[in-house]
């Protein structure tokens, strides 16, 4: 039975290629607390729907006397399969196959999944686990990095990509994560520099450790490279696949409908947001006041904590909320605040998710470090990005909106469709201080009790402009409304957007400040 | 020479003479400070004046020069590299302001033992009376700021054991 022997033939061809680097390296990956390749795809699709593809790919180089070695699937491991039902691209770096280098192989076998992704119009996740270039291949694995940079960009705001650190990645290595919309780090495990310990330690005679270079902690709190903050593999998959609930499949699509669900009751608006605009509070509380099931799963937790972004459900329908955190820095708009808000407003621009803004903020933070910083480039991110996006945009401002902040939030002159304030709203140019001590500035001074006619100025001003109602008056904001209604009237708003189409002038693409 | 190494590789012997004898003390090459001439710091000047790294050639950046034996040389090491922030870890024992701000309530006293969350003080900073928690357990082992007190970011305000 000459078939019957050519399946075994292909049965065994299989088994020796599925033990990727072999057992030694597999203990040797397993001991430094990772899973290999092919468990990490298994362990987040959904259960036996993981199909391979070019598993018998082998690599062509021939200096070094590379064509005397054969590397097992050259190192990656790509298909297809499903997750809670929604097709997903996955390509997995194999470590233990010649230390997941990239080849001119690997490289094809990648773009091959990245190409399959763009055109079936479904998510691409990647696992990075590589200790960067294949040296033997010189050239050839240069231009396969580029040909992914490449793929990534096509496929950025069509399909949303996902890269995931489980390993090192250095050098070229880490733009492709660097292009994609949502980066995942395992403490301990992930690892992203573009030079390392070691050239810093040569060319600047500074001592430092990989972990404390490029480890999960740094690019999630300090650099904000990673969205998305575990402790463990098993933790980070269930992460990505709460994430991958959240969003569409490409921007064709809306994201999946849940059955709707009330917030929990603990949380009420009224209680959480203090009367005395200067005592902090989480907003995040007020979000679990809005949000289906109080579910709110926030993206970039760690990093720029002034600023709170992330995913929710309102009647079932996936939101993007962007809100200032009083809790943190008083939730003012910096350099990296900025840059956080102003992505996630474009990636829910291009996945078709509704934006709802709640603002609270002094206005932008003052000083020599921020100016030098950029924040005038940065802070106009946030203006570009809420002007550029089409999609329902939805705003309520809780408490202080002052200056340039309360423009940059989501105002309705950047074209929110829908603004609502709550009672305690304070709407001006400035606080009532600062704006008192400028515009009563002769009587002030001229006075024969300064501090007391001050303090009588900064009153009436306070009195007469720091409320919703003069916004209100001029149409700015839609609807002065109770905490309690916050939920039913943003519901409403989100329905009647439900249709809703804008078009921009005709354009090859914009030139935001990046 | 790993220690004080600079930029330019060709250099890098070059710039580790130089620091040597800009008075920091140094544990490389201590011929420099004697005052006797070194290959390292020659090199220096060969290269300073033809192909070295055209911002100390032009004079665009200020470069230390030294002098050895008579003869001036310059060097690749400019005032910035010098003034550099050198990494630090982070040391969650030190507690230091984020913002700049007026410390208008302390809760905790020296020697107190506190445990991670609770309100070491509040400073008042961007209309907000911002509370400072702690992130972890542990003693306060000195605190210096005094209410009512203004001070800049990046300030040290208290210190645990």
Redesign the interface.
Known sequence: MPLKRKIQELQKKREVVLKGGGDAAIEKQVAMGKMTARDRIISLLDKETFTEYDLFAEHEAVDFDMDKKTLAGDGVVIGTGTIYGASMCIFAQDFTVAGGSLGNMHARKITKIMDHALKMKIPLIGINDSGGARIQEGVSSLAGYGEIFFRNTLSSGVIPQISVILGPCAGGAVYSPALTDFVFVVEKISKMFITGPEVI??????E?SME?LGGARVHSEITGNAHFYAQSEAECFEQIKKLVSFIPLSNLKKAKKFPPKDPISKYQIEDIVPGD????YDVRDVIKAIVDDSDFFEVHELWAANMVIGFGRMGGETIGFVCNQ??V????LDVDSSDKAARFIRFCDAFNIPIVTLVDL??Y?P?V?QEHAGVIRHGAKVLYAYSEATVPKMTVILR?A?GGGYIAMGSRHLRADFVFALPGAEIAVM?PEGAANIIFRKEIASAEDPEKVRKQKVKEYKDKFANPYVAAAKGYIDSVIEPKETRKILLHAIEVSENKAVYLPKKKHGIPPF | M??????S?SDASSATGAKTSGGKTSKTSGSIKEGKSSAAVKSSNGKGNGNGNGDCGNGKLRCKSLIVDGTKYRTQLNKKFENRK??E?HNPKKITS???GTIIKIDVKVGQTVSEGEQILIL????????ILFGMDGTVKSIHVKEGEKIP?DFLMLEMK
Request: charged share 30%; glycine share 10%.
């Open positions: 330690k040569t060319v600047l005679g500074e430092i404390d605009p200067k005592q902090p009083p809790l820095l008083a939730g003012v002094p206005g933070l000083g470090d202080k002052y606080g | 790993e220690k004080t190494s600079k930029t590789d050198l990494w870890p984020l913002i700049p008042e900073a961007m209309k907000m009376k911002n509370k970011k």
